[in-house]
């Protein structure tokens, strides 16, 4: 179930970010706490992005200020979601933090592990040892004990926590036998320590930026300034952020177009590649609609503002990624839950560790050194970096190829996906109807019977009229049809009969563009060759047109909506994949399955209304199969929000992309089946982190206990666990290359 299958569909959504967190105990306490506030219906606390979403009931009336003192009270900071570019340079300060620490306190390690080699010095060991690791914890290591004191002003603990009871026993220990010149010390042990978690926090800082970088790059193709139009006709620079609806902007050749608009002046190519895949620039005119963060590649536009900020398609993009990036799976859950109660129990092991050595053999330093490796080795941050980084990388690389995984719940319905649902129009077809054959009457030239068809269909609006008149036009001049009409000929007293075709009269002669029962009700006789011909045009899934005159049907035109050139590659791609692959449509049964036959899929649900495909897809849900549906029109959205998984074309409509799991920015039919790949691969690699994360914690404790392992290679091995899960999740950033 999901985390979020007890928010109000109503509910409203705050977004904070949460300082001071330092390991996935921090984020399910402050998780914890937040859901426990008045009116608040759900709260989900991510600890890589340190993101808080806070769903609120519509009827309450909850304080942001009351959260963020809610907060305070366990000593962490909430502070209102900051944009994007300021989280990335928060990332990068704490990234340089810590790479600072780690160039001062490298050396020292190195030094110490050398002498520990060559053998040290009396005076090394007597003096030089303990100032150094002195300074190294209440210097270098200062960020760890800082924050365990603040949690322990707030009654609370976590990894910090850790943290400072192990390097502080440690040193307290060896400071006792130095004073009294004893000779069991560990003064290399807090230097090692320190340094070992120090280049974890690094390379997590690191990684972290890193695993943002594919949204940082989406949010970094937009324009930061746009030359905005004023009332008197001049142009002036302005930044992005202070226009507004309605504004005025003229965008330059090679410009980026700034916000999303519609052309009031001029014409031009637009490269909207970033936004589509397609590399061929898209022409625009007067009324043409345009896109944020798209380029400008012929002539000047002038365009009006319709959407800015937070409302523009590319920021849509951008939040859709980020709140996937914010989700959590089953798997996730439950080791938010572990990690909530892990420091306490870690504590309470190490004090029965060191009982349990004093007690067993009465060595103090024995005692000591177990117990410090048990604190030291204990480390939760892997689990509380599992899920969130993975995220991050998977679904990053997902925007970068064109493709919107709105969150971790989709990850998980992929993996158990039986059959992918296709609707026909606008998603396996181009949704544009296209003349695929024409045939003739012995005697009647083809071109002849198509011209005539275009003459009578000119004033039609239907997509089949549209399209036997494009074709019309690509075969001859307009208006030239030899034979029984002169040159120039035009049609008059046209007549539509809804439903089966249209009339009019070419030249004087009645001519009739339709069905086989128009034909029957004008008198227009059907010869048996055309009427052969009528059937297998219609048995390739195409819609037999006729068109008559002088009593006799002359020519039989086939009009489809034709297949994308991929369809039956990404059939054959989700067959590899192994799901089952059906086609709904609302055509007749023989249309759907010669349309179906042609790409390769078995299942067809024929004939069905658009009201009816929700119960299509609920009949496949009883028969035991997890369906996912791919769609991208108004009526497409219920049968979307019924499916295990929905995938939406980005050239559909709003409302399918909202009802959907996932979305596919470019159209593109081939992302179909590397979605689902990328999906996989991200929730297998999740799955991969917390099975290392739980199996760690589970084995390195009870040898830590038994004393088979010093503080300094606990702490090694402990931020080895953090790197290690962040190394594997950043192997989805090469998903899809090479």
Not at 624 to 634: F, H, I, K, N
């Amino acid at each position: 179930m999901s985390d979020t299958s007890t928010r109000s569909p109503a509910a409203a959504d705050l977004e904070f970010d949460v300082e001071g967190m330092t390991c996935g105990s921090c984020a399910a306490r402050v998780q914890r706490v937040l859901g426990r506030q008045d009116g608040v219906a759900d709260a989900r606390v991510n600890y890589a992005t340190g993101l808080a979403h806070v769903s609120v009931e519509p009827s309450a009336d909850v304080d942001p200020e009351a959260l963020a003192a809610a907060v305070a009270a366990i000593g962490y900071g909430l502070v209102p979601h900051r944009r994007a570019e300021e989280c990335r340079a928060a990332q990068q300060a704490e990234q340089r933090r810590w790479g600072r620490r780690l160039v001062l306190g490298a050396p020292v390690a190195l030094l110490f592990g050398v002498i520990m080699l060559t053998g040290m010095p009396h005076w090394f060991e007597r003096w030089a040892a303990p100032l150094l690791a002195t300074a190294v914890l209440f210097g270098i290591g200062w960020p760890f004990l800082a924050e365990a004191a603040r949690r322990a002003r707030a009654r609370t603990a976590n990894m910090d926590t850790l943290i400072a009871l192990g390097t502080l026993s440690a040193w307290g220990f060896s400071a006792v036998e130095w004073a009294a010149e004893g000779m069991t010390v560990y003064w290399e042990a807090v230097v090692f320590i320190i340094v070992f978690l120090v280049a974890g926090r690094y390379a997590e800082a690191r990684a972290k930026a890193r695993a943002g970088e594919a949204l940082q790059a989406l949010l970094e193709l937009g324009a930061k300034e746009a030359r905005l139009v004023t009332a008197e006709g001049e142009e002036r620079m302005v930044d992005v952020d202070a226009l507004a609806v309605g504004d005025l902007v003229r965008v330059r050749p090679g410009e980026t177009i700034p916000v999303d608009g519609k052309v009031v002046a001029g014409s031009s190519a637009v490269d909207e590649s970033m936004l589509t895949g397609e590399s061929v620039p898209v022409e625009k005119a007067v009324g043409s609609d345009v896109t944020g963060a798209t380029t400008n590649a012929g002539g000047a536009l002038t365009v009006r503002v319709t959407a800015v900020g937070s409302h523009t398609a590319l920021a849509q993009i951008a939040a859709l990624v980020e709140r996937a990036q914010d989700g959590k799976g089953q798997a996730q859950r439950l080791a938010d839950r572990v990690s909530a109660v892990f420091v306490p129990t870690v504590i309470v092991v190490a004090l029965v560790t060191l009982t349990a050595w004093l007690l067993a053999t009465g060595d103090a330093a024995a005692a000591v050194t177990a117990a410090v490796s048990v604190l030291i080795i204990a480390c939760p941050c892997a689990l509380g970096l599992a899920t969130p980084v993975a995220l991050m990388a998977g679904t990053g690389r997902a925007a970068q190829l064109g493709i919107v995984i709105k969150g971790v719940e989709a990850l998980e319905q992929v993996r158990d996906v039986d059959v992918v649902v296709f609707d026909k129009t606008g998603t396996l077809t181009r949704g544009e109807m296209a003349v695929v054959d024409v045939a003739a009457a012995d005697g009647v030239d083809r071109d002849t019977a198509l011209a005539v068809a275009g003459l009578v269909e000119a004033d039609s609006e239907h997509p089949i009229a549209r399209a036997v008149v494009a074709a019309a036009a690509a075969a001859a001049p307009a208006g030239e049809v030899e034979g029984t009409w002169p040159a120039g000929a035009t049609a008059e007293g046209f007549r539509a009969v809804a439903g089966h075709g249209v009339t009019a009269s070419v030249g004087g002669v009645d001519a009739f563009v339709g069905s086989r029962r128009m034909m029957v009700e004008g008198d227009q006789a059907l010869p048996t060759g055309l009427a052969s011909r009528a059937a297998e045009i219609e048995s390739d899934g195409a819609t037999a047109v006729l068109v008559a005159w002088d009593g006799e049907v002359r020519g039989v035109i086939g009009v489809a909506d034709t297949l994308k050139d991929d369809a039956a590659d990404v059939v054959a791609d989700l067959k590899a994949v192994g799901v089952e692959v059906a086609l709904l449509t609302g055509d007749n049964d023989r249309t759907a399955r010669a349309v179906a036959a042609s790409v390769g899929i078995e299942r067809v649900l024929s004939e069905v209304l658009p009201s009816d495909k929700q119960a299509e897809i609920e009949r496949l849900q009883a028969d035991g199969l997890t369906v996912a549906m791919v769609g991208d029109g108004v009526n497409d959205a219920p049968a979307l929000t019924q499916a295990d998984l929905g995938i939406a074309m980005g050239t559909g409509t709003d409302v399918a992309i909202q009802a959907s799991e996932l979305t596919l920015i470019r159209g593109d039919l081939r992302s179909v089946p590397t979605a689902m790949r990328l999906a996989r691969a991200t929730e297998r690699t999740i799955r991969q982190n917390l099975g290392w994360a739980f199996g760690y914690n589970t084995l390195a404790i009870p040898v830590a206990a038994i004393g088979l392992l010093n503080p300094a290679i606990a702490g090694a091995a402990m931020a080895f666990s953090s790197v290690s899960v962040v190394l594997n999740s950043l192997r989805l950033r090469r998903f899809g290359r090479g």
